[in-house]
Structures are given as structure tokens and as C-alpha cells.
């Protein structure tokens, strides 16, 4: 476990924490209004590889080459210009800081960190990390690389848990569930929908579904996977060459069929190591999915269960209603499949890129 502290004085800034992948979710922005909940589990952080956050610079402004040479092949409005590896961190799990005033910018609800760092060091005063917790934003704090040192608190760290053990723990995560938004006059207004995680990271996956079909039709499985991808597979993608095949795989599941052209496999929690099979399907490609998503995929409650107050002993079973369905079709998340698709090369090739270039078109269509 590490903690981290201030690169100024050295006073420490978090309690002991465990290492985790960065979630698909981490940079949502999800609907108007939203109360989301916190990002990261207690007592965990997680470390972006890439930049993010102020200060930002336009498209017009980044020569294709320099946005080429960050993994970026496609246009975005615009790319942060900040140090890369910032430390996400639930809020509940930093100590000796302070909020600086001045820069206390928000939307409407919170802090959404556009001024810049907002939490000083309490010992030194140094600005060392944003607190985000604006509406339609997932609560968190990130920790500025270069205002934070990271300390060994033990001599050796926990292994991560093997597949066969996250198989065993069956953290799933329920594809709905219930929505809050501030400002009702009555309070929070509440609202059954599909899950920000789900939708975040459908979009990631639809990217690379749509980078995997070659420009063929894909199918995937019936059911809930048919439910959150085939409908926009079937609109983005052409109907007439003959289609890949798509299919689960994962640990403790049947080896892929040869036949099979992709795979959906889970992302460990923890490292963010990809799941890849033994052959004969090693050459498929790969679309990861979280694992607690890709677990409910492969292992389905019969509904998730409706929420409810006080506990109940071991042993006990409840009988809860199921929750109530969404009123919508499943729609992935547009940030999160333009975020990744202008990530990945193949959208190089024209009918990727015009997909891109009409997402305002396919968000009317009701896709995103």
C-alpha cells in the first residue's frame, strides 16, 4: 500500500491505499443535473496515463502529427495540455488539505475543477489536487503529479487478485439503477435507468466493435449483450458482406469457437490487464469490457434487486421486487465512444471517420 504527500513539504495527503485500474467511467459526464456518486472505492487510487484537465488547447491549435505521436487520429475539440499520470482518489480518503477559494469554479451544483487545482497542501499551502463533485460528474480527487510524491507505507505489496478469485468474489455490476438529480422541490427526484458504468462502457467497447467489424456487419449473442449492442451495430454498420461473429469469453467460460472474430473479455479490476484466451481464437480481437460489467454478461441475476434499508443476517434470503425496467433503449455513451474511437487507428479508414464526423445525426437517431 502507498500513501501519497506533498511534494513541497512531504505531509501526508491520503490514507494507505491500494492500487486499481482506472475505471472506463473515470471521465464521464453523464446527462443534466445528475447526482453520481464516488468514482473510486475506499482506500484505492488509480493513475491516468494521459494528460487531462486545464490547460486545454483547440483542435486548430495541435499540429495532426504532435496529436498522431499521443495516440490521437482523429479530430477532438480539444486536448489537455496538463501534466499526464494524474492520482484519482475518493474524497473521503485525503487528509491535511484545505479548499483554495479562488478557485472554487463549477457548472451549477459543485467544484468541477476547470480553474485548475482547488485543494492546497494544509502544511505549506502548495496546490496539490482537484476536487470534482459538480453535478452530472462522478466524486472524486485528483491528485496533481507533479504536486504529490508517492511512499511504500509496507514492504511488499498484496498480489492482485487472480481471475479464478474475482470469479469467486461475483462483484457484478446491475445494468440499471437508480438515477438522483439535484434541485427537485421536493428534494432528490429519483428515476430507474440504465447504469452510467454500463453506458460508459458500452461506448468504449462499441468503438472497438466498430474498429473490429472491418466494415461488415457484426452480430453478438442474444439476449442482454443483443439489447446494449446489436441495435447500433445494425444502424452504424453496412447489411450486405457477410458478418463477424462476436462472442463472450473470459475465465471460467468455453473456449471460443474458430469461427469466433471477437471477442468481448473483461479488464481486470485491478491492473487493467486485458483477458486473452489460448488458442484457436488467440487472433480474435479482443473488446474489453469492466469486469464487474462483463461478470453480470456472463453470469445474470434474474433482477437486480430493489434497494433496501437496515441489514439482514447471514443466511437470510430476501424477496425483493425487481427493480423497474428503464423506460428507454439501451444508448452507449457518446463521450466515451468518441473518446476511445479517436484513439484507436482505424478510424483513419473514411467510413469510421464518417461515422465521427455525424454523431449529432446518430444522437437524433437515439444511439447515444
Known sequence: MFVFVCAGCGARLTTPLSQ???PAHAHQ??????????????????????????PWRTWEEIDADEAAARGIYAPVFALSDGAPGAIVIAPGDTRGTVL?????????????????????CEACGL???????????????????????RLAVDN???????????????????PFEPIATWGSRLGLNHWWSWSPQWEAAAGRALAHLLAASE???????????????????????????PARRAVLAGPERPAPDRD?????????????ETWTPTSPAASA?????????????????PHPPVPASGHIPDGILRDDPPAPRPRHLFRADLGMFQHTLVRLPAVRTPWLREILENLTQHMRARLF
Open 20 to 22: 486499481a485500474a482506472l
Open 29 to 54: 459526464k453523464y446527462g443534466n443535473g445528475i447526482q453520481l456518486p464516488v468514482l473510486m472505492e475506499s482506500s484505492t487510487f488509480a493513475v491516468d496515463p494521459e494528460p487531462w484537465g486545464p
Open 100 to 120: 483554495i477559494p479562488e478557485k472554487g469554479g463549477g457548472y451549477c451544483c459543485g467544484l468541477d475543477g476547470a480553474d485548475g487545482p482547488n485543494m492546497a
Open 127 to 149: 496546490p496539490v489536487a482537484s476536487r470534482i463533485d459538480d453535478c452530472s460528474l462522478w466524486q472524486a480527487v485528483w491528485l496533481a503529479p507533479n504536486a504529490v510524491r
Open 156 to 174: 511488499a505489496d498484496a498480489a492482485p487478485l487472480s481471475w479464478a478469485e474475482l470469479m469467486a468474489e461475483g462483484k457484478g455490476t446491475p
Open 215 to 241: 466494415g461488415r456487419p457484426v452480430t453478438v449473442p442474444d439476449g442482454l449483450i443483443a439489447e446494449v449492442f446489436q441495435r447500433a451495430l445494425d444502424a452504424l454498420l453496412p447489411a450486405g458482406p
Open 260 to 272: 469466433a472474430d471477437i471477442l468481448l473479455v473483461p479488464t481486470h479490476p485491478q491492473t487493467g
Open 285 to 301: 480481437y479482443p473488446v474489453p469490457l469492466p469486469f464487474g460489467v462483463w461478470l453480470w454478461l456472463a453470469s445474470p441475476e
